[in-house]
């Protein structure tokens, strides 16, 4: 249905930055909310924020709140989760996911997911 492909994670410092990209291709139009998760070993998976297609709507976990930036190409069909002043407890598995809106991806309706990119943020 919707293919997502995540690149863009890796190690960093504490306080330090990474931009994480995911690209979309198939059948998009229906799937036109985007959003990351993550999930850190022996926790369940967490929303970490959402964006709308017109980007003119985001939403963030109070967690990564003023930390995090969510931004979107549609002419590439790419989403972007800017994270600035990482800390260690930010490190997961990061995952992109695409849903019918920012509403539907609140109560876990996902259309598909990303394969997942490490983020690790050391001390």
């Known amino acids: 249905q919707v293919q997502l492909v995540e690149s863009g994670g890796g190690l960093v410092q504490a306080g330090g930055s990474l931009r994480l990209s995911c690209a979309a291709s198939?059948?998009?139009?229906?799937?036109?909310?985007m959003g990351w998760f993550r999930q850190a070993p022996g926790k369940e998976r967490e929303f970490v924020a959402a964006i709308n297609f017109s980007a003119g709507y985001t939403y963030y976990a109070d967690s990564v709140k003023g930390r995090f930036t969510i931004s979107r190409d549609n002419a590439k069909n790419t989403v972007y989760l800017q994270m600035n002043i990482l800390k260690p407890e930010d490190t997961a598995v990061y995952y992109c996911a695409a849903s019918p809106s920012v509403t539907a991806m609140k109560y876990r309706n996902i259309d598909s997911w990303g394969q997942g990119t490490q983020v690790t943020v050391s001390s």
């Open positions: 198939g059948r998009t139009f229906s799937s036109s909310a």
